[in-house]
C-alpha cells in the first residue's frame, strides 16, 4: 500500500516543478557575476544600436544580426534607420522599397518578416513594442531568444538568450558533448540559459554573453586567455575547444544549376519578381530556365527561344561566364546569357515583369550575386573577363 501512495504522489509531481528543480540545480550567480564584470570592463559599448530603450532600433538590429556578422550589418542598419526612422515609416512603405533596402544583407525572408511585423506593431500595438518576451515571440520573424533580447535591452526584463554565440559559449565552458542543434540538446541549454539569469543589471549580462561569443569565445582560435570563464571552461581545460561545440553532421551538398537570361533593349533590363516563397523571395532577378545540362540542346534552344519570344525579338545572344551562389543548404551555379532584342513587344497582364533602367541598377532590389552581374555587364565589363 505504501508503495503505491509514493507512486501516486511521484505522478502529480507537475512538470513546471521538475523543471524548477532541474534549474536549481544549474543556478550559479558567480557564473553571471564574472560576465557582467567583464562587459562593463571590457565588452562592447559603442555599437549602433547601444545605448538607448528605443525597442524598434533594437528590434531592427536583433533581425538583422541574425545569422551576419556585425560588420555587415552596420551599414545596412544606417542606411535603413536614415530611410525609415520609425515602425510607422516601415510599415507604411512598400515592399519593394524594404527589399531594396535589404539587397545583399541576404536572407531575405527576414526583409520581408520584418516588413510584416512592422505592420502588426502599428495596427495592433499603436506603434508601441509589448515588453513582454512571450508577446513579442508571437510577432513575424520573432523567435524566444530573439523576443528576450529585444525585451531585455528595451525593458529590462529579466530574460534568458540563446543564440548561436551563447550555444557555443555554454558547450564550451560545461562541456557538452552533444550537437546544439539537437531538439533535447537545446532544450536542456535553454533549462541552463534560465537558471543562469542574474537577478539585476540583465543588459550587461545579454549583452556580455553575445561579446564573449563574438570577440573572445569565436568559432576558430578562441581568445581563452582573456576569458572570462576561462577559470571554469571544460574545453579550455582539457585541450577541446576545437571540439566543442560538436559540429553538425555533414551531409553532402546538393547542386542546381539554372539559365539567367539577361534581356536587354534600349539600356534596359527585364526583371522578374520572384515569388515570396522560396530563395530571393520578393526580390526582382532575372527570368530563368532550366540549364542546358537539364536536356539535350535542341530542347534548350527551344526553350531559350520560347521564354524570349513574348518579350521581342532577338538581335544577339551570347553565353556569358557561369558563376556559383553557395546558399546555406545548396549551391546554384548559374549560367546567364546576355540577349539583346532588335523590336520590343510590349507583354499585356505580366505585373511580375518590368523594364528595369541600367542605371538604377545599384538601387534596385536584387538579389547579391544578380546585382553583381548586371553592374558588371552595365557598368564594368572587364569583371566578366
Given at each position: 500500500?505504501k508503495r503505491?501512495?509514493?507512486?501516486q504522489?511521484?505522478?502529480?509531481?507537475?512538470?513546471?516543478?521538475l523543471?524548477?528543480?532541474?534549474?536549481?540545480?544549474l543556478?550559479?550567480?558567480?557564473?553571471?557575476?564574472?560576465?557582467?564584470?567583464?562587459?562593463?570592463?571590457?565588452?562592447?559599448?559603442?555599437?549602433?544600436?547601444?545605448?538607448?530603450?528605443?525597442?524598434?532600433?533594437?528590434?531592427l538590429?536583433?533581425?538583422m544580426?541574425?545569422?551576419?556578422?556585425?560588420?555587415?550589418?552596420?551599414?545596412?542598419?544606417?542606411?535603413?534607420?536614415?530611410?525609415?526612422?520609425?515602425?510607422?515609416?516601415?510599415?507604411?512603405?512598400?515592399?519593394?522599397?524594404?527589399?531594396?533596402?535589404?539587397?545583399?544583407?541576404?536572407?531575405?525572408?527576414?526583409?520581408?518578416?520584418?516588413?510584416?511585423?512592422?505592420?502588426?506593431?502599428?495596427?495592433?500595438?499603436?506603434?508601441?513594442?509589448?515588453?513582454?518576451?512571450?508577446?513579442l515571440?508571437?510577432?513575424?520573424?520573432?523567435?524566444?531568444?530573439?523576443?528576450?533580447?529585444i525585451s531585455?535591452?528595451?525593458?529590462?526584463?529579466?530574460?534568458?538568450?540563446?543564440?548561436?554565440n551563447?550555444?557555443?559559449?555554454?558547450?564550451?565552458?560545461?562541456?557538452?558533448?552533444?550537437?546544439?542543434?539537437?531538439?533535447?540538446?537545446?532544450?536542456?541549454?535553454?533549462l541552463?540559459?534560465?537558471?543562469?539569469?542574474?537577478?539585476?543589471?540583465?543588459?550587461?549580462?545579454?549583452?556580455?554573453?553575445?561579446?564573449?561569443?563574438?570577440?573572445?569565445?569565436?568559432?576558430?582560435?578562441?581568445?581563452?586567455q582573456?576569458?572570462?570563464?576561462?577559470?571554469?571552461c571544460?574545453?579550455?581545460?582539457?585541450?577541446?575547444?576545437n571540439?566543442?561545440?560538436?559540429?553538425?553532421?555533414?551531409?553532402?551538398?546538393?547542386?542546381?544549376?539554372?539559365t539567367?537570361?539577361?534581356?536587354?533593349?534600349?539600356?534596359?533590363?527585364?526583371?522578374?519578381?520572384?515569388?515570396?516563397?522560396?530563395?530571393?523571395?520578393?526580390?526582382?532577378?532575372?527570368?530563368?530556365?532550366?540549364?542546358?545540362?537539364?536536356?539535350?540542346?535542341?530542347?534548350?534552344d527551344?526553350?531559350l527561344?520560347?521564354?524570349?519570344?513574348?518579350?521581342?525579338?532577338?538581335?544577339?545572344?551570347e553565353?556569358?561566364?557561369?558563376f556559383?551562389h553557395?546558399?546555406?543548404?545548396?549551391?546554384?551555379?548559374?549560367?546567364?546569357?546576355?540577349?539583346?532584342l532588335?523590336?520590343?513587344?510590349?507583354?499585356?497582364?505580366?505585373?511580375?515583369y518590368?523594364?528595369?533602367?541600367?542605371?538604377?541598377?545599384?538601387?534596385?532590389?536584387?538579389p547579391?550575386?544578380?546585382?553583381?552581374?548586371?553592374?558588371?555587364?552595365?557598368?564594368?565589363?572587364?569583371?566578366?573577363?
Amino acid at each position: 500500500m505504501k508503495r503505491v501512495v509514493s507512486e501516486q504522489s511521484s505522478a502529480a509531481v507537475s512538470p513546471d516543478k521538475l523543471l524548477k528543480e532541474a534549474a536549481a540545480t544549474l543556478a550559479d550567480p558567480s557564473f553571471s557575476l564574472d560576465v557582467i564584470t567583464w562587459q562593463k570592463q571590457y565588452g562592447r559599448h559603442a555599437l549602433p544600436w547601444q545605448n538607448t530603450r528605443d525597442a524598434y532600433r533594437v528590434w531592427l538590429s536583433e533581425i538583422m544580426l541574425q545569422q551576419t556578422q556585425v560588420a555587415a550589418v552596420i551599414p545596412y542598419y544606417l542606411r535603413f534607420l536614415e530611410t525609415f526612422p520609425t515602425v510607422q515609416s516601415l510599415a507604411a512603405a512598400s515592399s519593394e522599397e524594404v527589399m531594396s533596402h535589404w539587397s545583399g544583407l541576404g536572407y531575405y525572408s527576414r526583409a520581408r518578416n520584418l516588413h510584416k511585423c512592422a505592420q502588426t506593431i502599428v495596427t495592433e500595438y499603436g506603434g508601441v513594442f509589448p515588453s513582454d518576451p512571450a508577446l513579442l515571440e508571437q510577432l513575424t520573424g520573432i523567435g524566444r531568444s530573439t523576443a528576450a533580447a529585444i525585451s531585455a535591452f528595451s525593458y529590462g526584463t529579466r530574460a534568458a538568450i540563446l543564440d548561436g554565440n551563447v550555444k557555443r559559449v555554454f558547450a564550451r565552458v560545461f562541456g557538452v558533448e552533444r550537437y546544439p542543434g539537437e531538439k533535447a540538446v537545446e532544450n536542456e541549454m535553454w533549462l541552463r540559459a534560465v537558471a543562469l539569469l542574474p537577478e539585476s543589471d540583465v543588459e550587461a549580462y545579454t549583452q556580455g554573453l553575445m561579446d564573449l561569443g563574438a570577440t573572445l569565445c569565436t568559432r576558430n582560435r578562441p581568445s581563452c586567455q582573456r576569458c572570462p570563464l576561462a577559470h571554469r571552461c571544460v574545453a579550455y581545460a582539457s585541450g577541446r575547444t576545437n571540439e566543442l561545440p560538436v559540429r553538425k553532421p555533414k551531409k553532402a551538398v546538393p547542386e542546381k544549376e539554372t539559365t539567367m537570361l539577361l534581356i536587354v533593349d534600349k539600356n534596359q533590363v527585364l526583371l522578374e519578381q520572384r515569388p515570396d516563397k522560396g530563395i530571393w523571395g520578393g526580390l526582382l532577378s532575372l527570368p530563368e530556365i532550366a540549364s542546358e545540362t537539364d536536356g539535350d540542346a535542341t530542347h534548350f534552344d527551344a526553350a531559350l527561344a520560347l521564354a524570349i519570344a513574348p518579350f521581342g525579338v532577338s538581335a544577339s545572344l551570347e553565353k556569358l561566364p557561369m558563376f556559383t551562389h553557395v546558399f546555406t543548404h545548396f549551391k546554384l551555379h548559374v549560367t546567364p546569357y546576355r540577349i539583346a532584342l532588335a523590336r520590343r513587344l510590349e507583354r499585356a497582364g505580366q505585373d511580375n515583369y518590368v523594364w528595369y533602367p541600367a542605371d538604377k541598377m545599384v538601387d534596385a532590389p536584387l538579389p547579391a550575386p544578380v546585382k553583381k552581374l548586371l553592374l558588371a555587364v552595365f557598368r564594368e565589363p572587364d569583371l566578366l573577363s
